[in-house]
Nanobody, 124 residues
Framework: EVQLLESGGGLVQAGGSLRLSCAHSGFSFEDYTIGWFRRAPGKGREGLSCISGSDGETYYADSVKGRFTISSDSANNTVYLQMNNLEPGDTAVYYC?????????????????WGQGTQVTVSS
């Protein structure tokens, strides 16, 4: 059974940093891409970043490029999202998801396994 569990959310002041973790199990990461998404209050879900388990290729949305970094730790079956220089506009529920492809895509239809989400709140 595929399982994804996010952690690391919380309350931080603007300019601060958080590192989100996505512990994954039940599949071979080498055959998947794991992505990070968020849903802010009153807005649709936004794809932020993803990493291919095959070759480590990454993708970043323009909204987070230069501030967020995605990485993976194969030994611990965990994908991280390091978030720096956070802004109030980054306040959202953050989700990790897994897609059965080695392509770095943020196309949501590819992602058929989702975690429960973790809340990130950035105060001004």
């Amino acid at each position: 059974e595929v399982q994804l569990l996010e952690s690391g959310g919380g309350l931080v002041q603007a300019g601060g940093s958080l590192r989100l973790s996505c512990a994954h199990s039940g599949f071979s990461f080498e055959d998947y891409t794991i992505g990070w998404f968020r849903r802010a209050p009153g807005k649709g879900r936004e794809g932020l970043s993803c990493i291919s388990g095959s070759d480590g290729e990454t993708y970043y949305a323009d909204s987070v490029k230069g501030r967020f970094t995605i990485s993976s730790d194969s030994a611990n079956n965990t994908v991280y999202l390091q978030m720096n220089n956070l802004e109030p506009g980054d306040t959202a529920v953050y989700y990790c998801a897994a897609a059965n492809t080695i392509l770095t895509t943020m196309f949501e239809a590819w992602y058929d396994h989702w975690g429960q989400g973790t809340q990130v709140t950035v105060s001004s």
